[in-house]
Each structure stands twice: as structure tokens, then as C-alpha cells.
């Protein structure tokens, strides 16, 4: 849980100060106010990581050189600061060296925005990064080996895109990529196992009907990157591209026997996003035996009533929700949740 969070220039907010209670609260305001970017402060501060980017530098404020984010947990204080000299890590006043050190003890985060209909609809990409943040919160190795990888897919890239590529460069290289690439993979289908469960439970629960949920890791050659690698030698050659492995792996959604990109309604797919959302939950909380924070940016009204209200039922009723919207409407449907603080926002200001 955080209990207090501090912002200095991060996107819109010149300053940030709150003090949030244990169980969450709730921050009201028209668009682009700067409600999002709170939410995203926390996601940063707990796992290095936005949902809306990958570039640190794009959230420093307008004529500012580094934004800072700062937030007081039950046991610990940690600090993240980014500017042009790189980004600067701290837990408890003491600086970590890099991102595995400060990750290594700090808290789960579960987003859910109205981007996760994406998640059905869009490219393999988007399932991937949801597989890598789900992963790199589940095991500590998951993050290593991805790293790893990437880098050996950057630099493989590179060489294959020469008029001549140097084999034994390659080839050595490949050897990094077979080694972390299978253990990417490996994790990967033992999550989809677990996340299988408690997805379709999650369909069912939300959906309000019997609906049949699966999900499938489907890898882009073979598990054993190994052979994969072997048999797209050729193609990569012609291509000059790497064809195979976790980078171009991805997930098979069905809804009732039926590919739910294409025959889902918009409502069903919708539950599908919220479904795999509450599934990554709960599978981080059988994990590690801690609950996440739950980040729900501004998702209630394009849910129906049926949807909201078995939602808000589902989420962990301990967890901490910090939780965007444009309207309270919805919230006299669930007296647990007229609990939580509110707070509006405006032109990147707390008002009340």
C-alpha cells in the first residue's frame, strides 16, 4: 500500500502531495486533468513502469530538466528521480544500484484502463508487454532473462542486416538467446497455466453467464529456441530479421470455442480484458502471498451495469484501489465503495 505520494514536475503536476488511505480513494475530474498521470506516478514508483510510455523523458514537465516521484510505504520509502543525467533509484534514503535491486522488494501493481480492450483487439505486441509485467512481478529471474534477450535480439538485428553477416557473431549471440529465450518461454506457458484458471472463473463471475473462456501461449516457432532457430535460419537471412522466439510469441484467445478478436461482442471482449486483468491478480497474490495495488483509470462507464457492479465485487476487498473517473454516477450501486476518499483534480491541482 502507499500511504503518502509526492510528484514534482511529472506531466501536468508542478507538485503532487496526497495522503492516501489504506483502502484507496477515488480522483474526480473532467479529461486531462492529470488524474491518469497520478495513477501512473504510482505504477512508476512501484515497478519502473507506464502504461502510456516508454520513454521516461516524455513525462518531465514542460520546461523542467527531471521529474521525481516520491511515496511512503508500510515498511519502506522509496524515491524514483529522472533527468538528463539518468534516473536515480533509492529505498529508504539508500541508493540502489539498478532497476533488479530496487524491484527486488518493492510492491505488485495490477493496471486497468479502457486501453486493456487492446488486449483482445490489438497486435501480439500488446499481449506480450501484458505477459512481461505480469512476469517480471512473478519471478525475479523473468526480468533478468528478458533484459538479456532483448539485447541479444537488438544486436542479432544489426548483423543480419549487413550485406554479409558475420556467422560467428551470430551464432554466438544465439547462444544468449536460446539460453533466455527457453527460460522466457518456459514462465510464460507456467503462467498462461495458472492464469488460465482464474481468467475463466473471472469471464463467468463479471459476464453474469456461462461463458467458456481459454487462453493459449502460442510461440511463433518451437519452446526449444534451439530448434526454431535452426529451421527460420534461411528466412531470417532473407528477411534480415529474427523471426522467431518470445518477441514474436503470443496469446490465443477463445471465447466459447471461437476466436474472441473476431466473433466477441464489444461487451464480451471487454469482460475478456477485465477477466485477464483480475486473473493476473490473483495469480501475484497465490504467488507471493501479498496483495497489489489495483490502478483502474476511468473504466466504470464503459461498462454496463451488470459488468461494473461485478467488478467492483471481484476486486480483493483488502487491496488498495486507486481509481479514476469523470463521474461518481455509478458509485451509489456499491455502499463499499462510498467509503473510499475522494478527491477532485483540476488543471493538475488536488481541490478538495
Known sequence: MVNTLRAVNFRCWTELDLEMPTTGGIFVGQNAQGKTSILEAVCLLMRLQSPRTHKMASMIQVNSSQWGVVGEMSQSKRKVVYGASGILLEVDEEVRAGSSDYLADSGLVVWMGNEDLELIRGSGEIRRRYLDFMGAQWDPEYRRHWSRYRR??????????????????????????????????????????????????AQRTVSHADESLKIEYRPAGSLTMRASLTMAHERERRTRQCVVGPHRDDLQLQ????????????????????????AQGKMLEQRTGRLPIYLLDDIFGELDRVRRNSLMRSLPEHAQKWITTTSLDWLQEDESYLALKQFEVAGGKILS
Not at 169 to 196: D, H, K, T, W
Not at 261 to 278: C, M
Open 152 to 201: 541479444a535480439v537488438k544486436m542479432k538485428s544489426v548483423l543480419l542486416k549487413e550485406r554479409y553477416p558475420d556467422e560467428k557473431q551470430i551464432a554466438a549471440i544465439e547462444e544468449i538467446m536460446i539460453i533466455s529465450g527457453e527460460a522466457i518461454a518456459q514462465l510464460r506457458v507456467s503462467m498462461v497455466e495458472i492464469l488460465q484458471g482464474f481468467a475463466a472463473e
Open 255 to 278: 471465447l466459447n470455442g471461437l476466436d474472441a478478436a473476431e466473433f466477441a461482442s464489444e461487451g464480451q471482449q471487454r469482460t475478456t480484458a477485465l477477466a485477464l486483468k483480475l
